[in-house]
């Protein structure tokens, strides 16, 4: 059974840096597209980041030049570095998995793991 959890979710200022990591478990012997995304309050679910499981990424419109995804093999981990924040940067950020590749466009429906979510805010 695969396992996400996300951790490093705060407060921040504008212009600031958060990195936020996601423990991944259950995914031994298997490749997972591992991705990021968020949902502020009355907004849908936004796609934020992709790592692939060649170790390409993508990134939506949104924060594309200003966040970071990588995955670290090793010790089981994402991250997501956000870089100059914004206030609308605002929402709860969710790690989530599918086995094999990348949904086109990071479609969220396509991600069948997901873990709780971790909250971040950007203050102006």
């Known amino acids: 059974q695969v396992q996400l959890v996300e951790s490093g979710g705060g407060s921040v200022q504008a212009g600031g840096s958060l990195r936020l990591s996601c423990a991944v478990s259950?995914?031994?012997?298997?490749?997972?597209?591992m991705g990021w995304f968020r949902q502020a309050p009355g907004k849908e679910r936004e796609a934020v980041a992709g790592?692939?499981?060649?170790?390409?990424?993508e990134y939506g419109d949104s924060v594309k030049g200003r966040f970071t995804s990588s995955k670290d093999n090793a010790n089981d981990s994402l991250y997501l570095l956000m870089n100059s924040m914004k206030p609308e940067d605002t929402a709860i950020y969710y790690c989530?998995?599918?086995?094999?590749?990348?949904?086109?466009?990071?479609?969220?429906?396509?991600?069948?793991?997901w873990g709780q979510g971790t909250q971040v805010t950007v203050s102006s």
């Open positions: 259950g995914t031994a012997g298997r490749r997972y597209c």
């Open positions: 989530a998995a599918v086995h094999g590749w990348c949904p086109a466009s990071l479609r969220d429906s396509g991600f069948n793991y």
């Open positions: 790592v692939d499981i060649d170790g390409s990424t």
